[in-house]
């Protein structure tokens, strides 16, 4: 399955590469209404066993995910990003997930090297997100938090069990997403929503298992960057809390709405010198609207404040 947004540049090398290590794979490219020409691309390739579905509107991420595993006849579902590339065959990748319930392969960058930090990462702490939102994870990326939530004492060489493996190359048995019912698509349109995915399977009891075997060549950010950089700032920081709103304990919790508040102001003098724009300002209010009523409200209220958005 391929989430697709104004894909038109990625797709047909997406498609090619899934043709050439799994012909036999039947694809569903799931397009959130693209104002490119993706779609045209998709029918022009004639690809057989390839369905497409086509939203008027841009559902987000993991409503396109539902939408497309209920369309789904196999017993397991590879979600993969347009952005990406198949390297290799998926024999042992779905080996684990028939095994395991989830399972994800390793993602290089175009030079071969593992995308070392993002491929798989462990679950956030209110402390892993804290580090991120004040920068430091930048400053000093083999800070004791950073060096654990992003694997970086591990070898990536290796296979074994992980806690979070990136949304961009997911493979899972459709009884475990029956049972975890679907992702969340309240984490709209993006961020998060894998995250909060793999944390509910791990506390259901499945084990997601990494086969570093299987390879997949990924660009990153192909969606996200053609968001408006403040909008992506409203849109990161409301899923962020909302996870956190879910996940976290009242204290971690409260303590990640601070942070995004104090963060929000360097964040937006950050963005007005680069961007030459005074529109961040609008963007920093946003945040501290909403992050600032989810700091002294309930937990139960917290989660409900998707309109501030």
């Known amino acids: 399955m391929i989430i697709t947004y104004n894909s038109a540049e990625v797709i047909e090398a997406c498609l090619n590469s ?31 066993r390839t369905e497409v579905v086509a939203n008027a509107t841009n559902r987000g991420f993991a409503s396109a995910v539902n939408q497309g595993v209920r369309a789904a006849a196999a017993e397991l579902v590879l979600v993969l990003n347009p952005d990406t590339r198949l390297l290799t065959s998926l024999d042992e990748l779905t080996q684990a997930s028939q095994q395991y319930g989830v399972a994800s392969g390793k993602l290089v960058d175009k030079t071969g ?66 049972r975890l019912g679907g992702m969340d698509e309240s984490f709209h349109p993006v961020w ?19 086969v570093p075997s299987v390879k997949a060549e ?8 053609q968001t ?26 409260r303590a990640t709405c601070l942070a995004v508040v104090l963060t929000s102001v360097p964040r937006a003098v950050a963005g007005m010198i680069q961007e030459r724009s005074l529109s961040p300002i609008t963007s920093c ?10 700091l002294l409200s309930s937990r139960t209220v917290a989660a409900g404040l998707r309109r501030d958005t």
């Not at 990462?121 to 992003?150: C, D, H, K, M, Q």
């Not at 961009?168 to 048995?173: G, N, S, V, Y």
């Not at 209010?285 to 989810?294: E, N, Y």
């Open 228 to 253: 408006p950089p403040g909008c992506r700032t409203v849109r990161w920081c409301d899923s962020l809390l909302r996870y956190g709103s879910k996940h976290f304990r009242s204290f971690s919790y």
């Open 113 to 178: 090297q593992v995308q070392k930090g993002f491929t798989i990462r462990r679950l956030p702490t209110s402390a892993a997100l804290i580090f991120e939102l004040f920068g430091l994870n930048r400053l000093w990326p083999s800070n004791p938090v950073n060096r654990r939530y992003r694997y970086h004492d591990r070898d990536l060489d290796q296979p074994g069990p992980v806690e979070q493996p990136a949304g961009a190359f997911l493979m899972f048995r459709k009884d475990v997403w029956e």
């Open 218 to 225: 990924h660009a990153g950010g192909h969606s996200v960057l």
């Open 18 to 48: 899934l043709t050439k290590m799994a012909p036999d794979l039947s694809t569903i490219v799931v397009d959130n209404a693209s104002g490119d020409d993706t779609l045209a691309r998709v029918r022009a390739m004639k690809r057989a």
């Open 285 to 294: 209010r946003k945040i501290v609207r909403f992050a600032g009523r989810r």
């Open 192 to 210: 998060f929503e894998d995250v909060d995915f793999c944390k509910r399977a791990i506390d259901a009891g499945f084990q997601i298992q990494y």
